[in-house]
């Protein structure tokens, strides 16, 4: 049952009509004090990925093929440049015959840890002002859900002040404007986090969306203000003109913001999410990347690729549908969960 003031919430941002509105999630009740679970760390994507599981299986007890084992890495989403070096090093490394697949595992850990940076940077406020953080991706790829896990992180994170002990503090815009539902969901997860939504009529224009959010976000002082940005796939040109619009207003405010720009891929759809990292790369620009549903899939090379080929860090990943299946990227776990 929601409490009177929880309903008068949701029916502030379900009846909003003006171009401009604001959703107030019940802030005592989604966050108290510090109503997240203090001191609670994110855990590390402690699901396995096994995305090498499949590879240990084909070569259990026969020997090594290379076609075979290039076809196989290859499938695990690892990318061409990357698996024609595994294999090159393999085949300078090990004595053919006696080469078996715990040396494969081997020389693929060793690759991936050349790739992979070690440290994800983490995602600090910046001084005096919003940081603007957009997040990019097209429909399907876990967007939403993103913004509203990282909002949460965010909120989660210690802040390194003597003088603040409250919490830091985050601003959703609703800023794909397209789908009626996808404003609504993330109406639903600002509630949950305890925090303000902008959001703008059906349609309205994203830039100006996100111009009015930092506005109030800069008013607010707000430490985070994340822009969960439009992803239709079939007006490719259309969108790619808008993403470009959204950062062109925002720098008015800022000439820095966005300060990140981060695109969410779907680590289930292997070289798609490739192509994708490509496209949004070349028409915007990306600080890094959300790599969803790394849980139970059996994918996951595609962190890899997409560093290796366009040189974009996996900052984050999702493990799953709960706001806390989010975790920075971390290398030693990603690769220890390989098997
Ligand atoms: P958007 O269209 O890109 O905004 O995608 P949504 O945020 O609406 O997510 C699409 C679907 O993917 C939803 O059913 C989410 O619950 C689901 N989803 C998002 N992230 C993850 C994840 O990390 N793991 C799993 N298993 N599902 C996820």
Request: hydrophobic share 40%; proline share 4%.
């Amino acid at each position: 049952m929601r409490s009177e003031a929880e309903s008068r919430n949701l029916l502030l941002f379900k009846n909003a009509r003006s171009p401009l509105h604001v959703c107030l999630g019940n802030s005592e009740r989604c966050l108290g004090p510090f109503g997240f679970a203090q001191g609670k760390t994110f855990a590390r994507h402690d699901k396995k990925m096994k995305f090498l599981e499949t590879l240990v299986q084909t070569f259990a007890n026969k020997p090594i093929d290379w076609d075979e084992l290039e076809e196989s890495l290859i499938r695990a989403d690892l990318g061409v440049a990357m698996t024609t070096r595994i294999i090159k090093t393999l085949q300078e490394r090990e004595a053919w015959s006696l080469m078996g697949i715990s040396d494969v595992v081997k020389v693929v850990r060793e690759e991936i840890a050349r790739i992979l940076p070690a440290n994800s940077p983490p995602i600090t406020p910046e001084p005096g002002k919003p940081k603007v953080i957009l997040l990019v991706g097209v429909n399907g790829t876990g967007k939403t859900t993103s913004t509203a896990k990282l909002g949460r992180y965010l909120q989660q994170e210690p802040i390194l002040s003597a003088t603040r002990m409250d919490r830091h503090t985050v601003l959703l815009a609703a800023a794909d404007t397209f789908r009626a539902a996808a404003i609504g969901q993330l109406g639903i997860w600002a509630e949950r986090l305890g925090v303000e939504m902008i959001q703008g009529q059906y349609n309205a224009d994203p830039a100006a969306l996100c111009y009015e959010a930092y506005q109030a976000a800069l008013a607010r002082q707000i430490d985070f203000l994340l822009c969960d940005t439009a992803g239709r796939q079939h007006t490719k040109t259309n969108l790619m003109a808008e993403l470009q619009k959204v950062k062109r207003t925002l720098g008015k405010h800022d000439p820095s913001a966005p300060h990140e720009t981060l695109l969410v891929v779907d680590a289930t759809t292997g070289s798609n999410a490739l192509n994708q990292a490509r496209e949004f790369k070349s028409a915007i620009g990306l600080t890094g990347l959300i790599v969803t549903k790394l849980d139970g899939s059996g994918k996951g090379g595609i962190v890899v690729a997409i560093q290796d080929e366009l040189g974009v860090p996996t900052r984050f990943v999702g493990t799953g549908e709960r706001l806390d299946d989010f975790a920075l990227f971390d290398r030693q776990a990603y690769i220890d969960n390989l098997l």
